[in-house]
């Protein structure tokens, strides 16, 4: 069966601290990795990763994706209390058709302490 | 540019009723996504359209859900009749035909069946 692992479930951090969010996966028929950050409704776009060993930046944050270990982490650095959220990681299938749907992890709680 | 935008928010009806969720996908975006989160479950997806045609329906849990897009442009999402299994998040994405296909993300509607 398909699946994402997302660790640790919960994380608590103070400001300025850097953190290491993992995401797992074993999915057949692989095509991108994706991360979100979703705080109050909708999950927002990050990174979307499609090669192995190309990091990926935006601000403080960076990712990167391993696709023969079959993981990504998403790492923040210097965090700040904007960055508490639920971060979510999400596989995207290559399907029958045109169809390439998201698999997800159960994400990811991030606190981030003044 | 206007996201995607879902209504209503959050809608509470009893057993054996009917309710409607409506998603609007961001302007020009052909695929669209329907996707459910449960109490304490991930995110899973429910179908998919392109423009007015179902690609893959894979993920409806039965046949009391009903998903349209008439026209191509918003999609609805009727549960009819409703079950106490049915509550949990229902989001909604939208992304292009061509480029990276990342997926955008509605707030989601908040669905409790009582």
């Known amino acids: 069966e398909d699946k994402v692992v997302q660790s640790p479930l919960s994380l608590v951090v103070h400001e300025g601290d850097t953190v290491t969010l993992n995401c797992s996966y074993e999915?057949?028929?692989?095509?991108?990795l994706l991360w979100y950050k979703q705080e109050k409704k909708a999950p927002t776009f990050l990174f979307m990763l499609?090669?192995?060993?190309i990091e990926k930046k935006s601000g403080r944050l960076s990712s990167i994706l391993d696709k023969k270990e079959l993981f990504s982490i998403l790492n923040i650095t210097a965090t700040q209390t904007g960055d508490s959220a639920v971060y979510l990681c999400?596989?995207?299938?290559?399907?029958?058709?045109?169809?390439?749907?998201?698999?997800f992890g159960t994400g990811t709680l991030l606190a981030v302490q003044p | 540019e206007a996201g995607v935008t879902q209504f209503p928010s959050h809608s509470v009806i009893e057993k054996g009723q009917t309710v409607t969720l409506r998603c609007d996908p961001i302007s020009g975006h052909d695929n669209l996504y329907w996707y459910r989160r449960v109490m304490g479950k991930e995110i899973k997806f429910l179908l998919h359209f392109v423009k007015e045609s179902k690609q893959d329906e894979s993920g409806m849990p039965n046949n009391r859900f009903l998903a349209e897009r008439t026209g191509g442009t918003y999609s609805t999402l009727k549960v009819q009749p409703a079950e106490l299994e049915d509550s949990g998040v229902y989001f909604c994405a939208s992304s292009a035909w061509t480029g990276t296909y990342e997926q955008y993300f509605g707030p989601g509607t908040r669905l409790t069946v009582t």
């Open positions: 499609t090669s192995s060993g």
């Open positions: 999400a596989v995207e299938q290559r399907g029958g058709g045109a169809t390439n749907k998201l698999i």
């Open positions: 999915v057949t028929n692989f095509r991108s």
